[in-house]
Structures are given as C-alpha cells and as structure tokens.
C-alpha cells in the first residue's frame, strides 16, 4: 500500500536522506553571506577612519598656515582661507588616499577647518555598488599662538 505519506523503510520510519545536506548548504550559504557583510562594512569603517584621520592632519596642517603681525608687542597669528588651503592640499593630494578637499578656509581668523570627501567602494560585491559610496569628513584645528 503505497499511497500518501512517506515511504516507510523496514524499520517503520520515514526515508529523509538528504535532507541534511540541504541544512548544511543553507547554512553555509547563510554564513557566507554574514562573512561578506561584516568584511564590507569593516572596510567601510576602516575607510571612514583613514578619512577622519587626512582631514586632522589637513586640518592641522592648514592651522600652520598662518601670517604672524604684531600690534605694538603682542605677535598675533592670523589664519586666511587661501592660507588654510595651500596647506592643507598638498597633505591630501600625496597622501595616498584617493580624496578630494571639499572646503578649506577659517571660520574665526584663528582656526583652521578642513572637510574631504572620497568614495569607499566595498572590496566584494562590488557590482551592487558601481558608483561607490561617498564618504566625508571634517576637522578643526586651532593655531598655538593666539
């Protein structure tokens, strides 16, 4: 009588070979696709902080843009956007990070402030992302005379 059910072997249990198997390719596919993620989004966060890290030391370098004047005995150090500027792109451009200044200038005559931006790419899976994403970051940084 073979008819609905499972087909039952000698022993009077069910035949489930296999299905193993397609627990294990599951899972492992599974785990695959963690695997990927956690090494993207490492990268993005590596790539965040390598960008953090550019724009404190252009930030830093264009503070050591500044013109020294002095009003009656007291030197005074002033910072200038195009001071801040031809500091701070040279340090981005040999740096060795693809990245872009988007805006170098002093907010207050006394601090230089530094955005860039550059595009992360993810290192697998990248066809899902042709264009990149784009990352930015900024950093302040004050002259030592005031």
Known sequence: MRGRGLALNRRGTGDDEGSVLLLVLGYLILALAVLFVCVCATDLYISQ?????????AALAGADGFTLQVEGEVPRATL???G???QAMPLVRYAGVEATIVDAGTP???????????LWHPPLLSPFVPDGVPLQASATSRTALR
């Open 49 to 57: 902080k390598r960008l953090d890290g550019l724009a404190d030391a």
């Open 80 to 82: 200038t956007d195009a």
């Open 84 to 86: 801040v500027a031809e």
């Open 108 to 118: 207050d005559g006394v601090s230089a402030r530094v955005t860039v931006a550059a």
